[in-house]
């Protein structure tokens, strides 16, 4: 592949990185309300498949009306509060009558405890384990300084690690470079797969869901070109 569309990959790839990094870490969702649009205008214009689109019109749609405060809320309530709290006021979908068996096992599929952004959590059911010890073995192998006003979670933690992968693919160090394969498919494409099906079995969710489906569509690309 000629060298120049192997820095535009590379800048494609970065700009879907740093897209989900906005979306998963609140601290820069909180301020992105501008970048994150036009991010979704570029990449809708450029979707990996028709059926990304329509979730990225979800999104521009409520930006464009609503601004981001529907989006942070959701982030609460899907990231942030306990396991098992109650939502108030959280519209759960409109079901037929079914017999009890039914009705039990969508109650459980219907759960709204919290969904874990950290590797260990879904490799070691823990935090802070082998997983962590890992990615900061990574981390330290590269150019790469966290700024802690951008992201304040541990190394294991998916919007740290989709920043790392930005940073990594932008870079012009050789090592770095060859490094983002390896914390792809180590790190970024197992938690990514973890997190995407949790989202996906959550049915209070609306743009989360939109959010997962299209983090989904981005690691199987990424999945193919590694």
């Known amino acids: ?3 120049s569309n192997v820095e535009s990959l590379a800048k494609a790839r970065a700009l879907y990185y740093d897209f989900f990094a906005g979306l998963f870490l609140y601290e820069l969702l909180s ?3 501008s970048v994150l649009l036009e991010q979704i205008r570029i ?3 450029n979707s990996l ?3 990304d ?3 990225f019109e979800l999104l521009e749609s409520e930006i464009m009306h609503k601004g981001i405060k529907g989006i942070l809320d959701e982030y609460t309530r899907t990231f942030i509060l306990p396991f098992d709290t109650p939502l108030p006021n959280t519209p759960m979908p409109q079901r037929k009558r079914r017999d009890s ?3 039990e096992s969508n109650m459980h599929s219907q759960s709204v405890g919290r969904v874990m952004l950290y590797l260990s959590h879904y490799v070691e059911s823990c935090l802070n384990g082998k997983s962590l010890l890992k990615a900061r ?3 330290k192998q590269s150019t790469f300084r966290l700024n802690s006003k951008e992201c304040k979670e541990s190394e294991e933690h998916l919007g740290f690690l989709l920043l790392l992968m930005r940073y990594l693919l932008l870079s012009n160090d050789e090592n770095d470079k060859s490094l983002s394969i390896e914390v792809a498919n180590e790190l970024v ?3 990514g797969e973890y997190v995407s099906k949790a989202l996906q079995q959550r049915e209070d969710l609306s743009y989360y869901a939109s959010i997962g489906e299209l983090l989904k569509s981005f690691l199987q690309v990424e999945s193919a070109l590694l």
């Open 1 to 3: 592949m000629p060298q």
């Open 101 to 103: 068996n039914e009705m």
């Open 137 to 139: 073995g990574l981390t």
């Open 189 to 191: 494409l197992p938690l």
């Open 43 to 45: 990449l809708k214009e």
């Open 53 to 55: 689109k329509v979730h």
């Open 31 to 33: 301020e992105r309300g």
């Open 49 to 51: 498949n028709e059926s």
